[in-house]
């Protein structure tokens, strides 16, 4: 069995990663429109889960900004 190593936050690429989450969750809003059952429900849950790793991204840099003020990082 092998072994699920997580991959180290790299807090350098959060702008893009948020941009790209940002985009992803546009899209999917705009695909909402001709989808139904199943995939309609699909896209919500996953807009949902974006909707807070949006939250948290932005959250996280405010922090790493702040950090940098503070001499931290």
Known sequence: M???TPKPNDSAD???RLK??????EAA???MEFAEGK??????????RRK???KNL??????EDK???NGYL
Do not use: C, D, V, Y
């Not at 790209?20 to 969750?25: A, E």
């Not at 995939?39 to 919500?44: F, H, T, V």
């Not at 932005?58 to 922090?63: D, L, N």
């Open 2 to 4: 092998s072994k699920i």
């Open 14 to 16: 959060n702008e893009e």
């Open 20 to 25: 790209k989450t940002i985009s992803n969750f």
């Open 29 to 31: 809003e705009a695909a």
């Open 39 to 48: 995939e309609l429900a699909a896209i919500q849950e996953k807009n949902s």
């Open 52 to 54: 807070e790793g949006i």
């Open 58 to 63: 932005k959250e996280e840099i405010i922090e």
């Open 67 to 69: 950090s940098r003020i």
